[in-house]
């Protein structure tokens, strides 16, 4: 069975920085791109961004643009999130998922529902 194993998460001080990695167990077929989602107390979970297996530029919510750099090693099976400059407001369980290629517009990789298989999390906590 696939699994996606986040790692990387504790805690900061503002301004600090932090990587994630998440590993999938296998390169499984149909997964396409793989996407960061976090959740914090009390509110829904929101897109963070997400990149194609193939690489390219990878999509951000704008909440973390020009802070936030996601990245992928195809060898390693693993998608990672390097977050610079981390504000309280980003204190949230971080979960990876993966998605299947279609739709595959843009303005798709947002979309929680279109990603079909997720970690467990890991948490992240920003002090001020």
């Known amino acids: 069975q696939v699994q996606l194993v986040e790692s990387g998460g504790g805690s900061v001080r503002a301004g600090g920085s932090l990587r994630l990695s998440c590993t999938a167990s296998?390169?499984?077929?149909?997964?396409?791109?793989m996407g960061w989602f976090r959740q914090a107390p009390g509110k829904e979970r929101e897109f963070v961004a997400a990149i194609r297996w193939i690489g390219g530029d990878g999509f951000y919510a704008d909440s973390v643009k020009d802070r936030f750099i996601i990245s992928i090693d195809s060898a390693q099976n693993t998608v990672y999130l390097q977050m610079n400059s981390l504000k309280p407001g980003d204190t949230a369980v971080y979960s990876c998922?993966?998605?299947?290629?279609?739709?595959?517009?843009?303005?798709?990789?947002?979309?929680?529902?279109?990603?079909?298989?997720w970690g467990q999390g890991t948490q992240v906590t920003v002090s001020s």
């Open positions: 296998e390169r499984f077929f149909g997964s396409y791109a």
């Open positions: 998922a993966s998605r299947p290629q279609y739709p595959s517009y843009s303005i798709t990789y947002s979309r929680e529902d279109l990603y079909n298989y």
